[in-house]
C-alpha cells in the first residue's frame, strides 16, 4: 500500500552506539597489557554511517519535500521502501542516492532464495495476514517473503547492489514508474522483469 503520511524522525532513526563497558583490568595491568590488549570498539550500524554521510537535516528537508513510500499492510515498519526526490531509503538499513543509479532492475529473487514460491501462488490473491496459520508447518515465515522483490542497482563504477524488500503486487508498477520518473535525468536503463512486477515466477534469476 502506498504510505501517505509518514514519521520522518522515524525514517532517519539511528541506533545508539554504546562504548564498551570500563575494564578494570585496564587500569592494573602495567603498560604492555594496554598496549597489547584487543579494543572492542563499538561497531557503528551502515545505516548510522549513512545518516551521518548525508547528513540528518539534509534528508530530513529532502523528505518533506516530497516522498513516495510503500509497505505491505499490517507489515512492520522497517519493510518500507520511500523514494523522495534524492534518495532510495530502506529504513535502518539503506540510503542511495538516486544520482550514483546507472541501471536498475525490480526483479524475483532466484529460485535458491525463495522456498516461498509456491507458497506465494496458492495466497496471491490474500492480503498479508501476519496471523495466518499453514497447513503446513515451518510455512509461516512465508507469509511475508511472498511479497519480496529485489531491487538490483548498479552504480556509475559499475558495482552492483541487492536490495530484498516485501512489496505488495498492487505497488509494484507504481514504484518502478516513480523510480522511472527520478532517474530520468540521469538516462537510466531499466532492465525490470515483467514477471517480477506482475508477481509471477516463470523465470530464474
Known amino acids: 500500500m ?12 539511528t541506533e545508539p552506539v554504546r ?19 584487543k579494543k572492542d570498539e563499538p561497531e557503528v550500524p551502515f545505516f548510522n554511517t549513512r545518516v551521518e554521510e548525508f547528513g540528518r537535516d539534509e534528508l530530513y528537508e529532502d523528505i518533506k519535500e516530497g516522498y513516495d513510500a510503500y509497505m505491505v499492510k499490517g507489515a512492520p515498519f522497517e519493510t518500507m521502501v520511500l523514494l523522495t526526490n534524492n534518495y ?7 540510503i542511495f542516492p538516486l544520482c550514483d543509479v546507472a541501471r536498475f532492475a525490480i526483479i ?10 509456491q507458497y506465494a501462488i496458492d495466497r496471491f490473491n490474500e492480503p498479508y495476514d501476519p496471523n495466518y496459520v499453514s497447513e503446513y508447518e515451518g510455512e509461516e515465515s512465508f ?3 511472498r511479497f519480496n522483490v529485489k531491487l538490483k542497482i548498479t552504480d556509475e563504477y ?12 498492487a505497488d509494484r ?14 538516462g537510466v536503463v531499466d532492465g525490470s522483469s515483467e514477471f517480477a512486477i506482475e508477481g509471477r515466477f516463470p523465470e530464474d534469476v
Open 173 to 186: 508498477k507504481d514504484f518502478r514508474e516513480k523510480l522511472n520518473e527520478r532517474l530520468a535525468p540521469f
Open 2 to 13: 502506498k504510505v501517505t503520511d509518514i514519521n520522518i524522525d522515524q525514517v532517519l532513526y
Open 108 to 117: 524475483n529473487e532466484s529460485s535458491a532464495d525463495r522456498p516461498y514460491e
Open 88 to 94: 532510495l531509503i530502506l529504513p535502518g538499513k539503506e
Open 143 to 145: 507469509e511475508l517473503d
Open 158 to 169: 559499475n558495482l552492483v547492489y541487492g536490495y530484498v524488500f516485501p512489496m505488495e503486487v
Open 19 to 37: 562504548n564498551r563497558p570500563y575494564d578494570s583490568d585496564e587500569e592494573t595491568g602495567g603498560f604492555f597489557k594496554k598496549l597489547f590488549k
